[in-house]
């Protein structure tokens, strides 16, 4: 019986030491611990890139309602929402407009634009022309000729002359 009294008195010791606090007390259960508080960064928006010039952003996601404004050729806009029906809520980068578009006109990656190759009447690829001056051009008030400018004109040769010939009975006029 000696061995339950002791056990006894000895949790009623720690009990009134543990209040008294003459030990370590456990931090209360509200407390915060002292770990570092990392706030996980929000994923970026997802950017795309309208496929073609004139795509429509509009003020909601219907094909019927108001163009608020018109997309050229790779300009980027963030997306913001994204609804069921496959419209995307998004914000135009080039002017700040905010609007719906349908998804399939936009491309997660920028649109290659190919040059048009202008093709002979035989069907082969017009090569450009090179320039055979190799002196420099003499300076003149006037401004020298820009490759990337309209030719200066050219006046066209005279016509040749056709030959009369006196019609005949039966030819007509």
């Not at 019986?1 to 209360?28: E, V």
């Not at 960064?41 to 309602?65: D, F, I, K, L, Q």
């Not at 163009?67 to 963030?78: F, I, M, P, S």
Request: aromatic share 6%.
């Amino acid at each position: 019986m000696r061995y339950p009294s002791l056990l006894l008195s000895i949790l009623l010791c720690l009990a009134l030491w543990g209040c008294a606090g003459g030990g370590a007390a456990a931090p209360p259960a509200s407390a915060p611990v002292d770990q570092p508080t990392t706030r996980p960064e929000p994923a970026p928006a997802p950017e795309y890139y309208a496929r073609w010039h004139g795509v429509r952003v509009r003020a909601t996601p219907y094909s019927r309602s108001k163009t608020v404004a018109r997309l050229k050729t790779n300009d980027r806009v963030k997306q913001l929402n994204e609804s069921p029906e496959g419209w995307l809520k998004v914000q135009v980068e080039r002017t700040g407009d905010i609007g719906w578009v349908e998804k399939r006109q936009l491309s997660e990656k920028r649109v290659v634009i190919r040059k048009r190759v202008t093709r002979t009447k035989a069907g082969e690829p017009a090569k450009p022309e090179e320039s055979e001056a190799t002196e420099p051009a003499p300076e003149d008030d006037k401004a020298a000729p820009s490759l990337l400018g309209p030719a200066p004109a050219q006046a066209a040769p005279p016509p040749a002359p056709k030959p009369k010939a006196k019609p005949e009975i039966f030819e007509p006029f």
